[in-house]
């Protein structure tokens, strides 16, 4: 047996490499409802084309007979099944990326999973991908997490879906079947824009039409699964969309060199091109663009590099380098699309935290316009959206950010909403555009300041928040601060339930969408009378912890002062002289706090003030004391 040299065996393998860069990618997922037979078919494909090893069939031979659903044949699906929970309970929690590749081209597959507590999961699996094999249980038919899948499938820019009839040696071949259940996709998702949708019957277990085509299903005509997926025109990359770098780290090694790095998101960009920074405007031009292990002329859609510029100008983490021809938008609000992942739901007028790819910014969702029913598209009026709920929402941000709508760039154009006291992700969302009022409401320019009002009433304006229970004690401390004030010739105003609940927010319940809105709304006002110059007491009883904050993050530093009136809840019960902690305990009264709604103590406030055994007069002196001590 001849022996190849060493020269020719390295040419071989470059020769292979090359031939490996030049084959095109495509990113696919497979979703659809629990045990449809996602990871199987996974598994089935891996094995099918021959990217198993040894060792590894040997493994997962034994662990078909451990753990696996297939009797004495291999159970393909514990390829991809790799957490042990999800071997014991036999459904995919996480998201498990595999690679393959064929002769004609390579793939990154993501198996999702199928559970509707893990749409999350899902969505993140869809968010890059070119092409979504929904599973369907020939048993089964369309479902509803059919129907969700394709529907945040479709949201999230994929064009071109495999409809894959599993199981369908479990309904004996049946063309019937295949065609009932063709029909009913086909008419569901002729509204979702997909480009191609390709039916195929298979049976991932035992391979039919999955790599080679089935004896068993001679009346259908159409390719294999892994045909398809060979052959399926993969839309272009973003290289002709506007160049958008968004930048992730300023790097500065030494005194010699100062560059933005990043992973380009569309477009191109070479030595020499002029770029704007996007919130700025201002300009420069390209100097040199770094990677490992030397420089570039030029760097295209999805690569990492360093870009160095000629002029010094300011760059930051979140800001973004643009073509100076086509820039993106940059606005602090915006219309977007929001799945929605968290058990707690969402409330329009809650503050949370939204982040991009680079940025990150404190926002509210101001409206939630309609919630979108997956099975028919109905556009239904919703004051919350529930767990996997999408929604079309308002949002405002602090400050402004730069984006591009979703449809014209999926990296610049999508967000996550991260809770601003777990840091856990509750939702994702795609912009549709930024609101008109954003760019055409400014500040109207004044010479009369809030400085200027404050010192003609020789006063530091504040804020000071009571929070507690109902019963309390919170206004009539309230109370006797602010005769105290004025006796001593500030200028103050009070808002409690009284001139606030009968008259700005009389439309308004006390359900939890209901006093988040009713906060945000005081808060607001607040913030305006301290503009004006005044010491502002707000008395209620604002029992979420996000919406306190909220209200502390429109103020100016150091003017928002929280006061936790602390008395036992039995204590406030016996104070009630309108006896409503007895009507809520006997359930006549809804969404009471204590009762039957949470109440969230402040975990640092400015003051916390017990008033069992203390008077009135004496907690509010302390108030009184605190401000002056300002």
Not at 227 to 238: F, K, Q, R, S, Y
Not at 337 to 366: K, Q
Not at 409 to 429: E, H, M, S
Request: charged residues 25%.
């Amino acid at each position: 047996m001849n022996e190849q040299s060493p020269i020719i065996a390295a040419e071989n393998v470059v020769e292979y490499l090359r031939a490996q860069e030049a084959k095109s990618m495509l990113r696919f997922l497979t979703c659809g409802s629990v045990d449809d037979g996602k990871s199987t078919l996974i598994g089935r494909l891996l094995y099918d084309t021959k990217l198993i090893f040894e060792d590894q069939l040997a493994s997962l031979e034994a662990d078909s007979r451990k753990h696996g659903t297939a009797g004495e044949n291999i159970d393909f699906a514990l390829l991809v099944d790799g957490l042990e929970a999800e071997r014991e309970q036999g459904i995919t929690i996480d998201v498990a990326y595999r690679f393959f590749a064929t002769d004609k081209r390579k793939f990154i597959v993501a198996d999702t999973p199928g559970h509707e507590e893990y749409t999350r999961n899902m969505a993140t699996g869809a968010s890059t991908a070119d092409l979504a094999i929904v599973l369907i249980d020939s048993r089964q038919g369309v479902l509803r997490q059919t129907r969700r899948h394709s529907f945040i499938a479709s949201l999230l820019g994929i064009r071109h879906i495999v409809l894959a009839v599993n199981k369908i040696d479990l309904m004996d071949y049946s063309k019937e079947v295949f065609d009932k259940i063709v029909a009913d996709y086909m008419d569901f998702a002729s509204d979702l824009g997909f480009k191609t949708i390709t039916p195929i019957p298979m049976s991932a277990r035992f391979g039919d039409n999955v790599t080679t085509k089935s004896e068993k299903t001679a009346w259908f005509d159409g390719p294999t699964l892994l045909e398809h997926l060979e052959t399926v025109p993969i839309d272009a990359g973003n290289e002709k969309a506007p160049f958008r770098f968004p930048v992730q780290l300023v790097n500065r090694p030494n005194l010699n060199f100062r560059g933005f790095s990043g992973q380009i998101a569309s477009g191109t960009v070479s030595v020499g091109d002029t770029v704007v920074v996007a919130k700025s405007g201002q300009s420069s031009t390209v100097k040199e663009i770094v990677v490992h292990g030397g420089n570039l002329e030029r760097a295209v859609e999805g690569q990492a590099v360093t870009i160095a510029l000629n002029d010094e100008i300011e760059v930051s983490r979140g800001n973004m380098l643009v073509a100076p021809s086509d820039r993106p938008h940059v606005a602090d609000q915006m219309q977007a699309h929001i799945i929605w992942f968290d058990a707690n739901p969402m409330i329009p007028g809650r503050s949370y935290i939204l982040r991009t790819e680079t940025d990150s910014v404190n926002c509210s969702i101001t409206d939630l316009k309609y919630e979108i029913d997956v099975n028919t598209f109905a556009h239904e009026a919703a004051k919350s959206l529930e767990m996997n709920g999408v929604g079309v929402c308002n949002i405002s941000l602090q400050s402004p950010i730069a984006f591009d709508a979703y449809k014209s760039n999926r990296v610049t154009g999508n967000f996550v909403i991260i809770d601003r006291f777990t840091n856990a992700t509750l939702g994702a969302g795609m912009i549709d555009f930024p609101l008109r009022r954003a760019e055409n409401v400014h500040w109207q320019a004044t010479e009369v300041t809030k400085a200027s009002r404050a010192e003609m009433k020789n006063q530091k304006p504040a804020v000071v928040w009571f929070t507690g229970f109902s019963g309390s004690g919170k206004s009539t401390i309230a109370n006797a601060l602010e005769k105290y004030l004025h006796v001593n010739g500030k200028h103050t105003y009070m808002l409690d339930g009284d001139n606030i609940r009968h008259g700005l927010n009389r439309d308004l319940g006390f359900k939890d969408e209901d006093r988040v809105e009713n906060i945000r709304r005081v808060a607001e006002v607040a913030k305006l009378m301290s503009d004006a110059g005044l010491i502002v007491l707000v008395s209620f009883i604002s029992p979420f912890r996000s919406e306190r904050r909220m209200a502390r993050d429109l103020m100016d530093d150091g003017e928002f002062i929280e006061v936790f009136v602390d008395t036992p809840l039995e204590e406030c019960a016996k104070r009630d002289p309108k006896g409503l902690y007895a009507k809520a305990k006997a359930g006549e009264i809804a969404n009471f706090t204590g009762i039957s709604s949470p109440y969230e103590q402040p975990e640092n406030p400015e003051l916390h003030l017990h008033t069992v055994g203390h008077e009135p007069q004496e907690l509010a002196m302390k108030i009184a004391d605190f401000l002056t001590n300002r």
